[in-house]
Every structure is written in structure tokens, then in C-alpha cells.
């Protein structure tokens, strides 16, 4: 038998030191090749760290959450024949009494083993075993898809695959029993003592790190503005009518990708990343619009390049296919990273006004807030029409007041009057 030790790979771009997010694994667990034992995580994004070989894991190298060196030790693991850690030879002189004789020297191997860490490390959670609130599901893509469709948590499926996959049956028996306990009856009132610790590590530390980040440097100033969308949707659900079977569905997100690609023409010092550090605002032609989107782990903001280049329904079919990328934890570190200027909504949760928090080192970020149908008085006449709020914020060392509100005013005339979005 022998030893192969996995160390913290170079990740590229330069970097030196990343966070270790997860194990998928514990001491004196079975693992075979190319499974996935830890998940780690950059500034940019995680990333599946997989076995080159099968055997048994025999040391782990670090806790969740904590900060390791790349090249450091991550896993040991006991595998048939040598592997790839040779033990080393030292020389062992034991202690004589005073004027006793000096015993012959011994060699003896000794194996350079890590300080081993705590082995209560969640493992991949096996058939009718109840999983902890931070523990990551085994699923494939497309299980994590359909129970993204359906609106299930995979954490609270249990899956009877190997080592506690969860599979489509898994699913099914899942929105069965589901289904059968909708007429339990509700719980007595029961008083609760019971309290949860929840360590902040992993992407929701990222999260913590940038919006604290964001509120210490940046000078933020919100406005709001309400626009009347009655015709807009007049013209996506006609579209979607028309041409939606082909083409797919548009929801409003493509229709402010576009109002914001063409009012930014006339406002380009609001399509900027400002590094105060240097003290240099960079002015982008290119529209790379970030997108934020919620996914079990926390928020992320999957990024659409090149907005301008896009129609509609290409930006429809962008914005979905990285949202479903960044909540299947598939979108790779250049689909997370280069936004000038970030959209973010709440969809039918998005409530009247919100004050967004700028995407560093952006200097603009456009909140939507839901529609609501509201009586409005034109032309001295009350009638119903679909309201919604535009509630954005920006970077006042960089963005003048002025210019911010007439960059709201030109997105909604666009948007109240939705043929000029097509006009050159």
C-alpha cells in the first residue's frame, strides 16, 4: 500500500491562496477515481476539486472556511501500490543512561502525516439520513434542473443513489409524499428553545466581504422613478404569442437589457468601472451586463457580454442559460466576472422601492420592483395601467446626480413607449 496526496492545485490567474469551502468526503471513506472530494472558491467562482485515484482517505488538510496556500496539502489517501508521497528515512538515537554504553543506531521510517483536523466532516449523506442546512446535495445537472423547475430543495430530498445521490426517482417519491402531507394536520403551538450556529464561510463570506466592501468606499445615492410598462407588456405577450413557441418565452429582463444597451449610448460615463485605487474611471464600449441571481448558496451575478450586439430573444436565451449556470454552480470564473454595469430584480417579489447596493467597481446598478396595476389619471381621465418602479443606485464620486436621473428618465421613455428600443 501506499500514500498519494492531493495538493491545493493552481487554479490560474494568478491566484495564490483560496477558500476551502466543503468536503465530500471524511477520514476512512472509500473513494474512487474522479470523484469529487472538496469544493473550494476563489473570488470568482467554486470549483470542484475531483480524486486522480481510488482508496481510502486517510487525512484531511484543512477545515470549512479556512484559508489555504495553493500547493498546500489538501487530502491523503491510502491507494494500492506507491503512490506518489515516499516515506522518509530519519535516524532515531535513543536516550542512555550516563556512562552506559551507546546503543548501535536504528533507522527507522517514519511517514510525514498532517495534522490531522477534526474528522466531523459531513460526508455525501446516505439513503433516509437527514442532511445538515449547509450541506450540498449529490445530484446531477439535470436533476438539479428539474428540482429548480419544480421548486423543490434538494437538501431536504433524500437520495437512496450511491453515496446518497439524489436521482429523478428520488424526486418522484419526494413531491408523492409531499403531496400525501398537505392535509396533515398543523402543529400545536410548541415553544422553541432550540438556537443554530451557522458558520460564514464559502460564497456567503464573498457575498458579506463585497456588499460591506461595496457601502465603505463607494458613495451611494438611490433613485426612484415609476414607469408605466401597460404598452410593454402589451408587446411581449404578443411577441411571446406570436413567436414564443419558436423562440422561446421573453419575461421583462431582455426588454431592460436593451433599454439600458441604448440609453447608455448618451451616458457612457455611467457604463464605467471607477478603481479607486488608482484613481482612474474606465469608460467601456462594450455593455456587459451582470445580471444578479439568487441560487440556494447566495446571491451571484452571472455576466452577459456584449449586450449590445444581442437581440432580444438573445439576451432571453443568455440571461436563462447562465441563471440556470450559476444556480447549478456550472458558470465558469469569465461568466462571473467583467460586468460594467449590473440589472438586478426580485421579479413578483420586488416590492414598491429597494435600494440596491453597487456591484464593485461598477458605478451604476438598475433594481426593478414587480408590477402593479395602479389607477393613474391621463388626460384628465382615471384609468388602470401596469406600473413599475425603477429603483437604481450609483456612485456619486463618479456619477453626478443630474446625469443619473436623466439616464432613469431616457430607460423610461424607452420603456413607456417600447418601438423606440428598435429605432437606429
Not at 493552481?10 to 477558500?19: L, S
Not at 464573498?206 to 461595496?214: G, P, V, W
Not at 447608455?264 to 455593455?287: C, K, M, S, W
Amino acid at each position: 500500500m501506499g500514500t498519494h496526496v492531493i495538493k491545493m492545485p493552481d487554479i490560474g490567474e494568478g491566484i495564490a491562496q483560496v477558500e476551502l469551502v466543503e468536503w465530500f468526503v471524511k477520514v476512512g471513506d472509500r473513494v474512487v477515481e474522479d470523484q469529487v472530494v472538496a469544493d473550494v472558491m476563489t473570488d470568482k467562482a467554486t470549483v470542484d476539486i475531483p480524486s486522480p485515484v481510488s482508496g481510502i482517505v486517510v487525512a484531511l488538510g484543512g477545515q470549512p472556511g479556512e484559508v489555504m496556500a495553493v500547493g498546500s496539502e489538501l487530502i491523503r489517501i491510502e491507494v494500492e501500490g506507491e503512490g506518489n508521497h515516499k516515506e522518509s528515512a530519519v535516524v532515531a538515537k535513543p536516550e542512555s543512561e550516563p556512562g552506559a554504553a551507546t546503543a548501535p543506531v536504528v533507522q527507522a521510517k517514519v511517514t510525514q502525516v498532517a495534522k490531522p483536523v477534526s474528522t466531523e466532516v459531513k460526508s455525501a449523506p446516505q439513503a433516509h439520513s437527514p442532511r445538515e442546512a449547509d450541506e450540498r446535495p449529490l445530484a446531477s445537472p439535470a436533476v438539479r434542473k428539474r428540482a429548480l423547475d419544480l421548486g423543490i430543495t434538494l437538501r431536504l430530498v433524500q437520495g437512496r443513489g450511491p453515496a446518497g445521490n439524489i436521482r429523478h426517482e428520488d424526486l418522484d417519491a419526494y413531491i408523492e409524499q409531499s403531496q400525501q402531507s398537505i392535509a396533515a394536520p398543523a402543529a400545536a403551538y410548541v415553544q422553541r428553545t432550540d438556537e443554530q450556529q451557522i458558520p460564514v464561510i464559502g460564497l456567503r463570506r464573498k457575498i458579506a466581504q463585497r456588499m460591506q466592501d461595496a457601502t465603505r468606499r463607494a458613495a451611494h445615492f438611490s433613485y426612484v422613478e415609476e414607469v408605466d410598462v401597460t404598452a410593454l407588456e402589451e408587446l411581449r405577450v404578443h411577441l411571446n404569442h406570436k413567436w414564443g413557441a419558436s423562440r422561446g418565452k421573453l419575461t421583462l429582463l431582455p426588454f431592460l437589457v436593451r433599454a439600458m444597451v441604448v440609453a447608455l449610448r448618451d451616458f457612457p460615463q455611467i457604463n464605467a468601472r471607477y478603481d479607486d485605487e488608482a484613481q482612474i474611471i474606465t469608460r467601456h464600449g462594450a455593455v456587459h451586463v451582470g445580471v444578479a441571481t439568487q441560487s440556494d448558496n447566495g446571491l451571484m451575478v452571472p455576466v452577459v457580454r456584449h449586450a449590445e450586439t444581442r437581440s432580444l430573444w438573445a439576451n432571453a436565451e443568455e440571461i436563462s442559460r447562465l441563471a440556470t449556470a450559476a444556480r447549478t454552480g456550472k458558470a465558469s470564473r469569465d461568466e462571473m466576472s467583467g460586468s460594467t454595469i449590473t440589472l438586478t430584480s426580485l421579479g413578483a417579489l420586488g416590492g414598491i422601492v429597494s435600494t440596491p447596493v453597487l456591484n464593485l467597481p461598477e458605478v451604476a446598478i438598475v433594481g426593478v420592483n414587480r408590477i402593479v396595476e395602479r389607477p393613474m389619471v391621463i388626460n384628465g381621465q382615471i384609468v388602470i395601467r401596469k406600473m413599475m418602479n425603477l429603483s437604481s443606485s450609483f456612485d456619486h464620486r463618479v456619477v453626478d446626480g443630474m446625469d443619473a436621473a436623466q439616464f432613469i428618465q431616457a430607460i423610461r421613455g424607452l420603456l413607456e413607449q417600447p418601438a423606440t428600443l428598435f429605432l437606429e
